[in-house]
């Protein structure tokens, strides 16, 4: 399952910066494309706000 991101995002950048394949695209909320997210959750660990979590 790829993570989202969700409305709590306060685009901080955080997270782009540690996705290994480039799936999150910036934007007024940031956005992980689910087709080239592997799931390795690097993202979610560095969140300030924890708005990034598994796609249920």
């Known amino acids: 399952m ?3 991101i969700s409305d709590n995002c306060t ?3 955080s997270c782009m910066n540690e996705c290994p ?3 999150i695209s910036e934007g007024d909320i940031y956005v992980i494309d689910a087709d080239t997210c592997i799931d390795c959750g ?3 660990e560095v969140c300030p706000v ?3 979590s598994e796609e249920e």
């Open 42 to 44: 690097a993202c979610a």
């Open 21 to 23: 394949v480039d799936a």
């Open 2 to 4: 790829a993570h989202v």
């Open 11 to 13: 685009a901080c950048g």
């Open 50 to 52: 924890e708005a990034i």
